[in-house]
T-cell receptor
Framework: AQKITQTQPGMFVQEKEAVTLDCTYD???????LFWYKQPSSGEMIFLIY??????QNATEGRYSLNFQKARKSANLVISASQLGDSAMYFC?????????????FGAGTRLAVHP | GAGVSQSPRYKVTKRGQDVALRCDPI?????LYWYRQALGQGPEFLTY????????KSGLPNDRFSAERPEGSISTLTIQRTEQRDSAMYRC?????????????FGPGTRLTVT
């Protein structure tokens, strides 16, 4: 069975510093995708970044990068130059591309607090 | 452009009542997903539609839960004879296609409270 593990229930970081949010996954599939979503206190789910299992380069989107280590089955999110607006819940997810569709399996999340 | 919308945003109902939750996906998105998110946890998959066809309902907890998408656009998740354990945030998401790299766009959710 597929599983996502986020071992850090809460993290804090000083404004302008970088922070890494951990995510490990378990799957026997060869083809899969890894996603990070941000959930601010308003409750919306905001897509941040995607990494495909066959992508050789680590994904980057602005201040977000995904440190993908396939052999270790980890997909950590790195946020550079943290801003106060980055304070939110962050979810790692993977898709199970079975039956030709993109069903997402989520971790329990990490709550990030950015301090001024 | 318009995102995924859900209604109602909040629903309080008494135990035993039926509720219907509505999802209006982004125009042109063929894939529609329903998830349930308990407080302090990540979303859990409930069911999936490709156009009007319900291709996976393996995440529906029991037969009190059902969903439909009759014209391949708006979807309704119905919970019959609600119980307190059904209280959660119910989220809908849509994506342009079925492929593994297609981003899912989430709606704001419906917060259901069963008293």
């Amino acid at each position: 069975a597929q599983k996502i593990t986020q071992t850090q229930p809460g993290m804090f970081v000083q404004e302008k510093e970088a922070v890494t949010l951990d995510c490990t996954y378990d799957t026997s599939d060869q083809s899969y995708g890894l996603f990070w979503y941000k959930q601010p206190s308003s409750g919306e789910m905001i897509f941040l970044i995607y990494q495909g299992s066959y992508d050789e380069q680590n994904a980057t989107e602005g201040r977000y990068s995904l440190n993908f280590q396939k052999a270790r089955k980890s997909a950590n999110l790195v946020i550079s130059a943290s801003q106060l607006g980055d304070s939110a819940m962050y979810f790692c997810a993977m898709n199970r591309f079975s039956g030709g569709y993109n069903k997402l399996i989520f971790g329990a999340g990490t709550r990030l607090a950015v301090h001024p | 452009g318009a995102g995924v919308s859900q209604s109602p945003r909040y629903k309080v109902t008494k135990r035993g009542q039926d509720v219907a939750l509505r999802c209006d996906p982004i125009s042109g998105h063929v894939s529609l997903y329903w998830y349930r998110q308990a407080l302090g946890q990540g979303p859990e998959f409930l069911t999936y539609f490709n156009y009007e066809a319900q291709q996976d309902k393996s995440g529906l907890p029991n037969d009190r839960f059902s969903a439909e998408r009759p014209e391949g656009s708006i979807s309704t998740l119905t919970i019959q004879r609600t119980e307190q354990r059904d209280s959660a945030m119910y989220r809908c998401a849509s994506s342009l296609g079925q492929g593994s790299s297609y981003e899912q766009y989430f709606g704001p959710g419906t917060r259901l409270t069963v008293t």
